[in-house]
């Protein structure tokens, strides 16, 4: 239960950070764990990136770092919605989904 409220506690303040019903302004990206705010506002991660001159390609690790030689790019925000710590298996399913958090959560709950 305190996992679940920690997450819920961080989830607000993220969304308070970001504004109601977050998007990239460059690219329209909506998956929440891809989301940051600069100065301009939210931006996801790989517009960030191309921002800043960077690839939105990173290397990820499907297998863990047991086996550090089998490695895929994926690009930075499904990277960053495979690992992210808030809400780890729900993000993903968020992102699988393509649906916002209250959606998903209500749909799971209908069919409980």
């Not at 019903?21 to 939210?42: I, K, M």
């Not at 921002?51 to 990173?58: L, P, R």
């Not at 790019?73 to 960053?80: A, E, I, L, S």
Request: with cysteine; glycine share 8%.
């Amino acid at each position: 239960m305190d996992d679940f409220l920690a997450r819920e506690r961080a989830f607000a303040k993220r969304l308070r950070r970001l504004g109601p019903n977050p998007s990239c302004r460059e690219c329209g990206w909506t998956a929440f764990a891809a989301l940051q705010r600069d100065r301009r506002g939210a931006i996801c991660y790989d517009c960030a990136n191309v921002a800043h001159g960077k690839s939105i390609f990173e290397l990820h690790h499907p297998l863990g770092h047991a086996l550090p030689q089998f490695v895929v790019n994926v690009r930075g925000n499904d990277h960053r919605a495979f690992h992210d710590p808030l809400f780890g298996a729900q993000a993903w399913l968020d992102y699988l989904a393509g649906q916002d958090r209250a959606r998903m959560l209500a749909g799971f709950h209908e069919h409980r």
